[in-house]
């Protein structure tokens, strides 16, 4: 053998034994009572946050480098997609390991989601789930960030009866098992709020390894009890943990909830995680939920970025995993208070305001508001307020066109782009602006599809031949504009199909939902076809007045699709458009050959 070819086998030989020795071995131990989780070999205590910017694919180095920063060495998904792959490759790039989600579906609508799967009855997507978690597992169990499986978040809490925690409980078994024989490098976690799913994975899922418990504020400290009392002889993480959430809060004022104010925040992080995390023996470490930005309302309450500015969770995930000190303080308001009676909508009321900042940074204050009645997706909004004044003179904020308890925020802004926000609530009196249905007023104008991204509909409404069609929201050839477009495929050579975007998703009007896009004119799209002549009838509005919470306006155009982009439009003169649930709807019939359906840029404007 020759010189070159040598020298070439031995660099093959060499990247395999690198790849090999690459696949992180991730194992339990327990010593004296106490459990410990090791890597290689090696003790690794989680020091974690979940992760919120898994699809800003392009700054995902920026993220990194931001967590090693703040001391975090491990981070949590919910689930996979198709930047999964590149979140692990950069994750391994920085040496943060990942525990990687496996979705389970939601038996009733709850804190996450308006999902209601049958557990009982719905026997082909419960193989789905179990086919997804096999594949997850194989595609990834050789991948060196992989440090567990997350599987599931809080279903038992969302499942109403007994007999359908017992399926799932079996379900989950199986998916654990089936686990346990292709993975032995890695320990199978398991996720639930509280102690929601201590007695049903004691009694069915012996094949966890590790208990997933999501916990916040003080409760977390008690969790090692709760697990004595059972006489459950495993370890656990704090899979989501921060302060106190509004779930769990007592104290209100005009009938809504008294949000912690920002220290509280900050200390239940950087102070609880030694006080009542990592002092148990059988903790192997937490999770700070949520490592994220965000505009609306669980944002300010519990993510490290508020519209992009930081908050003093961020500063406080820092604290706790490397004992350092914020490097730039985030402002306090010390006083933030409205005049303790009803207003009248659309008058002006002066507030009482008092910020710091240790710095002494020139600051930018605002005010916005947010409703806690109605659709979640109303519920989740935060509101500007029209506001008056200055930090010298004092400020007015104008009651907004809303009727009942509003909360009220306040925003302290420095020049290091640190925001501290304070809240409070006032009632506002407006009988003649109630309306039916409380759903979130949007800004025209309004996409419904725009390259796939943030959708504000789901397309979860499939009709007809529902076996036969399959949709793209990303699909990447032959776009109108941007980077993707909508494709619906029909692989039939006969009969009907039918497609929704609607909102919440897989409902039929029996949950409120969708958005008040009063004020537009006009609803367009583009589309076209895979093949001539192809006709559609293609509008918005599905549920009907015999639901609970129908779509206040219904309205189509047939059209004749050819195989190039053409855009229709609809007028809405005189249309109630105060609750549009389905925001797109296609209805279609295919004659002697399949054939796909195209559409981008859908607008209500």
């Not at 557990?119 to 193989?127: A, N, P, Q, R």
């Not at 006009?522 to 002549?533: H, V, Y």
């Not at 797109?584 to 796909?596: A, E």
Request: aromatic share 12%.
């Amino acid at each position: 053998m020759n010189k070159n070819k040598l020298h070439y086998l031995f660099l093959f030989i060499f990247s395999i034994c690198s790849v090999s020795s690459s696949n992180a071995q991730t194992t339990l131990q327990k010593t004296n009572n106490n459990w410990e989780l090791l890597v290689n070999g090696k003790p690794f205590e989680i020091k974690g946050a979940t992760f919120g910017y898994d699809n800003d694919v392009p700054n995902y180095d920026t993220y990194f480098k931001d967590l090693n920063f703040l001391g975090v060495n491990s981070i949590r998904t919910w689930a996979t997609d198709e930047n999964s792959q590149q979140l692990l490759d950069t994750a391994h790039k920085y040496n943060i390991k990942v525990m990687v989600g496996i979705w389970m579906r939601h038996g009733r609508p709850g804190m996450e989601d308006d999902d209601s799967f049958n557990y009982l009855e719905d026997k082909k997507g419960m193989e789905a789930m179990y086919t997804n978690a096999i594949n997850t597992v194989e595609k990834y169990k050789n991948h060196p960030a992989v440090l567990t499986w997350g599987i599931g978040n809080e279903v038992y809490l969302n499942m109403a009866t007994d007999e359908e925690k017992t399926a799932y409980s079996k379900l989950l078994e199986r998916i654990c098992s089936e686990i346990k024989k292709r993975d032995k490098n890695h320990p199978i976690t398991s996720v639930e709020a509280w102690t929601f799913g201590l007695e049903w994975w004691q009694k069915y899922v012996p094949s966890i390894d590790i208990y997933g418990l999501n916990s916040y504020g003080a409760g977390a400290g008690v969790l090692a009890s709760e697990l004595e009392k059972r006489a459950i002889d495993k370890p656990y993480i704090i899979t989501e943990f921060g302060v106190t959430g509004e779930w769990d809060i007592k104290a209100e004022k005009n009938g809504i909830k008294i949000e912690p104010s920002d220290q509280q925040k900050y200390d239940a992080i950087a102070k609880g995680y030694h006080d009542w995390i990592v002092t148990k023996p059988a903790n192997l470490g937490a999770y700070v939920f949520h490592y994220a930005n965000g505009n609306d309302f669980i944002a300010p309450w519990l993510f490290t970025h508020y519209s992009k500015m930081y908050r003093p969770q961020y500063w406080a995930i820092r604290a706790a995993y490397t004992g350092q000190k914020p490097v730039n303080n985030v402002p306090v308001i010390e006083t933030f208070q409205l005049p303790d009676t009803t207003t009248k909508n659309g008058s002006w009321i002066p507030v009482n305001l008092k910020v710091s900042d240790i710095e002494n940074e020139k600051l930018d204050i605002s005010f916005h508001y947010n409703q806690r009645t109605g659709s979640r997706k109303r519920r989740d909004q935060i509101n500007p307020l029209n506001f008056r004044g200055d930090m010298a003179n004092g400020f007015e904020i104008e009651i907004p066109n809303e009727d009942g308890a509003i909360k009220v925020y306040v925003n302290a802004k420095d020049t290091y782009k640190n925001v501290g926000i304070a809240s409070t609530s006032i009632v506002v009196n407006n009988k003649e602006g109630a309306r039916k249905y409380l759903v979130p007023k949007v800004s025209l104008p309004f996409y419904v599809y725009k390259d796939g991204i943030e959708n504000p509909y789901a397309p979860s409404a499939y009709m007809g031949n529902i076996e036969s069609i399959s949709v793209d929201m990303h699909h990447k050839y032959g776009v109108h504009s941007g980077k993707a477009s909508l494709k619906i495929a029909y692989n039939l050579e006969h009969d009907w199909y039918g497609l929704g975007l609607v909102d919440p998703a897989n409902d039929w009007g029996e949950i409120l939902g969708g958005y008040d896009l009063t004020g537009a004119t006009k609803f367009s799209f583009w589309a076209k076809a895979s093949k001539k002549n192809v006709t559609a009838t293609i509008g918005f509005g599905l549920i009907g007045k015999d639901k609970p919470f129908p779509d206040t306006a219904k309205k189509s155009i047939e059209v004749k699709l050819g195989t190039t982009w053409k855009k229709y439009s609809i007028k809405l003169k005189k249309l109630d458009l105060s609750c549009i649930r389905s925001g797109l709807v296609v209805f279609s019939s295919s004659y002697g050959s399949p054939q796909d359906i195209y559409l981008d840029d859908v607008i209500f404007e």
